[in-house]
């Protein structure tokens, strides 16, 4: 795909958005939220309405469900390629008894103004818990525009963390999502191209200030980092690397494949003892799987299992819960606007031959 038509195609789908922005009442108050008749049907309703919430990462700790989302306002930014817009300053954590049962909004956990080396944008967390200590980690710009990974603790599942006075030596990028396996080995998996500023990195370096990877679309697609975790959490143990998404040959995916490359938004689960790497194509807004031996990859590709929600991409998680499986998501019923989401749920299904269902929200 070249790059006067992804734009021009980006540029479509920003119109239809907008129309679809103009059949929704206006909601000019982000912090009191309320669900708009538009005539579509959903597959899932808004897990909260008081606040616009996004890039949903859920955890079940002490028996309950913890959902740790990013927390969209209304900036009042233009809308760019660089995702400014998304100018999110704080996290509110949530938690749920039951998949259908009430969710309660425990306040912010954590705050740009909290973090020392914070700049501005604090986008998609993670969590994770060991040893008493429940693990946050975030994507934030440094004082310099560059995206970091930072990593803050709690006592308790809702918070309030507590931010390390640095970024985790050698982050870059964005979307930290954290895998522990059966042996009780922890792993991160990490980055976004566009804005999320992945093209822009190699082998641990800033090579380059590119703002898409539209370049080399004969290349091998740009992958996900993947890297060990240190025992206390708090760090990398050992080498990043590229977390290879493989076609039907056995070959890198190439970039120009849009439908089926990553973009950003990664997920790790495991099922029957295989790894289910999970993520968004991106501008594309497809929600891929791929299925690896070992939770390092290389990964080869399974198919899609959801189509585009409403909105610019989606970002999401999965759980098992009581013995069934559920995908945290988002899209954008209740504003119809691009970065003022709400997050939902709804089950997800492995099929006998290790294919997992399509979903249609």
């Known amino acids: 795909m070249n790059k006067a038509f992804t734009l021009s195609a980006f540029a479509l789908m920003l119109a239809i958005a907008a129309c679809q922005g103009n059949n929704k009442k206006e909601v000019s108050d982000s912090s009191t939220t309320a669900v708009q008749d538009t005539g579509k049907k959903y597959l899932a309703q808004p897990l909260i309405s008081n606040i616009y919430t996004a890039d949903p990462s859920a955890h079940v700790f002490n028996g309950k469900i913890y959902i740790y989302p990013s927390h969209d306002i209304e900036a009042g930014i233009a809308q760019n390629d660089n995702g400014d817009h998304f100018a999110m300053n704080d996290y509110h954590i949530l938690s749920m008894d039951d998949i259908n049962g009430k969710v309660t909004d425990h306040g912010v956990g954590l705050a740009v103004k909290d973090i020392p080396w914070a700049g501005r944008q604090l986008w998609a967390p993670d969590a994770a818990y060991k040893e008493g200590t429940y693990f946050l980690y975030f994507p934030v710009k440094d004082k310099k525009d560059i995206f970091k990974i930072g990593v803050a603790t709690s006592n308790k599942p809702e918070g309030p963390f507590k931010a390390e006075p640095q970024p985790i030596a050698g982050s870059y990028s964005i979307d930290p999502a954290v895998f522990t396996d059966t042996d009780g080995t922890s792993y991160m998996y990490f980055g976004g191209i566009w804005g999320g500023q992945l093209q822009q990195w190699k082998d641990g370096k800033r090579v380059n200030e590119s703002k898409t990877d539209l370049e080399k679309p004969d290349e091998a697609a740009i992958s996900c980092r993947v890297v060990k975790m240190s025992k206390d959490m708090k760090g990398f143990d050992g080498k990043v690397q590229d977390a290879v998404i493989l076609d039907e040959n056995g ?43 070992s939770p390092m990859g290389p990964f080869k590709y399974g198919g899609k299992f959801m189509e585009p929600v409403e909105g610019w991409t989606t970002h999401h998680s999965i759980i098992e819960w009581k013995g069934k499986w559920y995908i945290f998501y988002h899209d954008t019923q209740l504003s119809g606007k691009t970065h003022l989401r709400n997050i939902k749920v709804t089950e997800l299904t492995h099929n006998a031959d290790g294919s997992i269902a399509l979903i249609k929200p």
Do not use: Q, V
Request: contains cysteine.
């Open 251 to 293: 070959k890198p995916l190439l970039a120009k494949d849009h439908d089926r490359r990553f973009f950003e938004g990664s997920w790790m689960h495991k099922y029957n003892g295989k790894y289910y790497f999970t993520y968004s194509t991106g501008d594309t807004h497809f929600l891929c799987y791929a299925i690896g031996d």
